[in-house]
């Protein structure tokens, strides 16, 4: 098991790796949503969004898993997500949950930086959610009309 600095840090962990992934689970419910309002609209844009939820879904498993490694209990917290069937409405949100995400992970690389295990974890998620953010960000240039 990972030696912690103090409780405090313990602690401060733990409730970011509940907090990822309870962020993570409501990123892969609403990818789902938007792969099956996107189905028969654009096939490739629904496999994208498939092929991002199941991204989430593995983060999960690294939070959680991490949880319980390091001493703690998952916990679960409502997940609210968009459920549009706008495909530019979706890319919009999707683009935005990319954004709180790459944000959260570089500000918890940076606190957990003495940590090498949850580091790399992080980077390894943060990398993913920057290919999602640029994919998001692509197919919505490539829309017609007026992005959002």
């Given at each position: 098991m990972m030696q912690f600095k103090n409780e405090r840090d313990r602690e401060d962990v733990l409730n970011s790796l509940t907090e990822n992934m309870n962020e993570e689970?409501?990123?892969?419910?609403?990818?789902?949503?938007?792969?099956?309002?996107?189905?028969?609209?654009?096939?490739?844009?629904?496999?994208?969004?498939k092929s991002a939820a199941l991204d989430e879904m593995s983060h999960i498993l690294?939070?959680?898993?991490?949880?319980?490694?390091?001493?703690?209990?998952?916990?679960?917290?409502p997940w609210p997500i968009d459920q549009s069937p706008?495909?530019?409405?979706?890319?919009?949100?999707?683009?935005?949950l990319e954004k709180k995400a790459r944000e959260r992970y570089s500000g918890?690389?940076?606190?957990?930086?003495?940590?090498?295990?949850?580091?790399?974890i992080i980077k390894n998620v943060l990398d993913d959610e920057g290919d999602h953010e640029a994919l998001f960000a692509d197919y919505l240039a490539r829309l017609p009309g007026p992005a959002l």
């Open positions: 689970f409501q990123a892969a419910l609403q990818y789902i949503c938007h792969r099956i309002s996107a189905k028969g609209i654009d096939e490739m844009l629904s496999d994208s969004f690294f939070f959680s898993d991490l949880i319980t490694k390091y001493g703690g209990t998952p916990r679960f917290t706008d495909v530019k409405a979706m890319l919009t949100s999707d683009i935005a918890q690389l940076e606190r957990f930086a003495a940590y090498a295990e949850l580091a790399g």
